[in-house]
T-cell receptor, first 113, second 113 residues
Framework: TQLLEQSPQFLSIQEGENLTVYCNSS?????LQWYRQEPGEGPVLLVTVVTGGEVKKLKRLTFQFGDARKDSSLHITAAQPGDTGLYLC?????????????FGKGTLLTVNP | KAGVTQTPRYLIKTRGQQVTLSCSPI?????VSWYQQTPGQGLQFLFEYFSETQRNKGNFPGRFSGRQFSNSRSEMNVSTLELGDSALYLC????????????FGPGTRLTVT
């Protein structure tokens, strides 16, 4: 059973367009992270959101954590070819020294010049 | 500060053989996690080591094992390789506590023939 559902799976847009990708779950998370992975490389952390309803901005990227801490979205404004990559969300369940980090399958974004 | 390094970057093995992958974490990070990434299953958590002890474990068979040394470097071993073990194996290091942000290496591409 896939705990974290990401949508869409694939997205191909033109430079300058806006887009939103979603990360949904029926489970409540302690926190949620977003990563971007480029071909031949490991994922790179973009942001961590912790509080329900939290909004974080990273230049043209806006991340939102749902009020119930079950879902998140990533909005990119005026996408550029350099934004191309696999966007992964990861939900964290933690308690004491134990934690579980579960990744979604990702959204593969292609931004065409 | 140097990033996470993994060796080797590429590996071709035959079914039934065993393989050992190596990971050097970011200096100061004491937690090392291993992940398997495949197109079908996405990024799946194998296990996490902290202070030379396995602290968390995913749902993989016992053929997958690991260890961590006193300098936090880690190795992952897969015995009796199967065709389905072909994947990108990623190592990530992090600080010991929340929010468990993962800093990934470039991965080892394992092909089993």
């Amino acid at each position: 059973t896939q705990l974290l559902e990401q949508s869409p799976q694939f997205l191909s847009i033109q430079e300058g367009e806006n887009l939103t990708v979603y990360c949904n779950s029926s489970s409540v998370f302690s926190s949620l992270q977003w990563y971007r992975q480029e071909p031949g490389e490991g994922p790179v952390l973009l942001v961590t959101v912790v509080t329900g309803g939290e909004v974080k901005k990273l230049k043209r990227l806006t991340f939102q954590f749902g009020d119930a801490r079950k879902d998140s979205s990533l909005h990119i404004t005026a996408a550029q070819p350099g934004d191309t990559g696999l966007y992964l969300c990861a939900g964290i369940h933690s308690g004491g020294s134990n934690y579980k980090l579960t990744f979604g399958k990702g959204t593969l974004l292609t931004v065409n010049p | 500060k140097a990033g996470v390094t993994q060796t080797p970057r590429y590996l071709i093995k035959t079914r039934g053989q065993q393989v050992t992958l190596s990971c050097s974490p970011i200096s100061g990070h004491r937690s090392v996690s291993w992940y398997q990434q495949t197109p079908g299953q996405g990024l799946q958590f194998l296990f996490e080591y902290f202070s030379e002890t396995q602290r968390n474990k995913g749902n993989f068979p016992g053929r997958f094992s690991g260890r961590q040394f006193s300098n936090s470097r880690s190795e992952m071993n897969v015995s009796t390789l199967e065709l389905g073990d072909s994947a990108l194996y990623l190592c990530a290091s992090s600080w010991s506590g929340p929010p468990y942000e993962q800093y990934f290496g470039p991965g080892t591409r394992l092909t089993v023939t």
